[in-house]
């Protein structure tokens, strides 16, 4: 009964998404979470994610996007300036020959929709809450077993494939002694959402300023996720500021293109570091989403590149006669490291090249924002990026884009763009 072909470890949006993908495979499949299942209702106030073009896509082929689609709201351009310079880079869905670039989308909204569709998985068993404490390779090498501590006490589980998807801090990595590439940005961002007095007309904006980005993501009707980065040392005192306070900051940092921010929701503050893990795969274990990268928001990548982990890594085992071969795993860490290596890279030095100071580099930045808005080259291998069509399986043409990513139990090929 405790036999399984794959065990997730960790059921946040990445987890939850492979357990999802896998539905209607053959694998049987356990998901291991650790935290208790979220309730919440509906607020205007509520987190949100932005999902590019290629995750909608992806969770269209996943069959989830219609169930959390009526909470999205589309993003139909993005704007990018520097506060203090007229440089400014912008790309429009039009351009793109899309209805949106993608999709600023709750959380809560995300989660339901992989949850109800989880439910209905005859090949899946769901432990929660319940907590990995121990995982080995087994003696003859064909499974792993792993400790999972439950309300009921202990279990012991066995896998042909252990998926830790079990966040930055990856229990899986500790237990298995594997490193992780930390840098801590000495960065927090404080999440919250505002309402507008002017129409944002879905256009999302990235403001760099010399403490740090401010973003203004479009939601539904006249409220924006609002995501300001700023230095560990301010974070204490914006936080204990009252709303009328912080929100009178966040406007003359913003700037007034949206008008007045008229109401400010409930603040998170998240301390922001980039974690790499040493190694994709170990025997019969791989690594995806946060436990195999954890990114700095600043470009609204992470949870992209982590679906599309999802993606590759489902594609790979879902028709495989070992899920958990190491030819298997080979070719996943192969498939994920170019699409993985580009977008930290490019984050790492987005943040890095503007949380500088030094007047060459502002000189520098600020001509990279004008050649992005003038280059045709440039912007367009920008604007993939951006939609996160660089790294799918299957990259669709953008210009021409009708066509949706597989379904990774299609057995179509997956090649990296
Ligand atoms: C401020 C901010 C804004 C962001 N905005 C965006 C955005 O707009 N777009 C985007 O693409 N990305 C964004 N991101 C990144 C995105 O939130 C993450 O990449 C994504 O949520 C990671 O999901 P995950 O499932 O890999 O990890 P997590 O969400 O960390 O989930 C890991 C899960 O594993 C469970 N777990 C841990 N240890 C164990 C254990 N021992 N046993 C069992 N379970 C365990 C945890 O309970 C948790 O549920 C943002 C991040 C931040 C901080």
Not at 99 to 114: H, Q, S, T
Request: charged share 20%; net charge neutral.
């Amino acid at each position: 009964m405790n036999d399984y072909d794959i065990a997730i470890i960790g059921g946040g949006l990445v987890g939850a998404s492979l357990a999802v993908a896998l539905g209607g495979s053959s694998l049987r499949v356990v998901l291991i979470e650790a935290g208790a299942p979220p309730a919440g209702n509906p607020a205007w106030d509520e987190r949100c994610i932005a999902l590019n073009d290629a995750s909608s896509r992806i969770f269209t082929g996943f069959g989830v996007w219609d169930p959390m689609r009526p909470a999205a709201a589309p993003i139909a351009a993005t704007h990018i300036s520097e506060r203090g310079r007229f440089g400014t880079a912008r790309f429009t869905a039009a351009e793109a020959g899309l209805d949106a670039l993608g999709y600023n989308v709750p959380l809560r909204a995300i989660g339901a929709a992989l949850s109800a569709r989880m439910a209905g998985l005859s090949n899946l068993t769901l432990l929660q809450p319940a907590r990995l404490s121990a995982l080995a390779l087994a003696p003859d090498g064909a499974t792993v077993n792993l400790k999972v501590e439950t309300d009921k006490g202990a279990q012991t589980i066995s896998a042909r494939l252990a998926v830790a998807a079990d966040g930055a801090n990856s229990a899986v990595r500790d237990l298995l002694g594997i490193e992780a590439e930390r840098r801590d940005y000495g960065q927090q961002a404080i999440v919250s959402s505002v309402r507008l007095s002017r129409p944002h007309l879905g256009v999302a904006y990235e403001r760099f300023t010399p403490d740090g980005p401010i973003a203004l993501i479009p939601k539904p009707e006249d409220a924006a996720s609002l995501v300001w980065t700023l230095p560990d040392a301010q974070i204490e005192e914006r936080m204990a500021l009252n709303d009328a306070g912080y929100l009178a900051l966040a406007q003359e940092a913003f700037g007034g293109r949206l008008g007045r921010f008229t109401a400010l929701g409930r603040r998170w503050a998240h301390p922001l570091a980039r974690v790499m893990s040493g190694s994709l795969t170990a025997p019969r274990t791989v690594f995806i989403g946060n436990a195999a990268q954890s990114l700095h928001p600043v470009a609204a990548q992470g949870f992209n590149l982590g679906l599309r982990d999802v993606a590759a890594l489902a594609g790979e085992i879902a028709n495989a006669p070992d899920p958990g071969a190491a030819e298997v795993l080979g070719a996943y860490a192969e498939l994920r490291q170019r699409d993985r290596g580009r977008v930290s890279a490019f984050t790492d030095l987005m943040v890095r090249t503007f949380s500088n100071r030094v007047p060459l580099l502002a000189q520098a930045r600020h001509w990279g924002l004008v050649a992005v808005e003038l280059a045709p080259s440039l912007r367009q291998a920008v604007l993939l990026q951006h939609l996160g069509h660089l790294g799918l399986p299957k990259p669709a043409g953008v210009y021409s884009s009708t066509e949706l990513v597989p379904s990774p139990l299609g057995g179509e090929g997956q090649g990296e763009g």
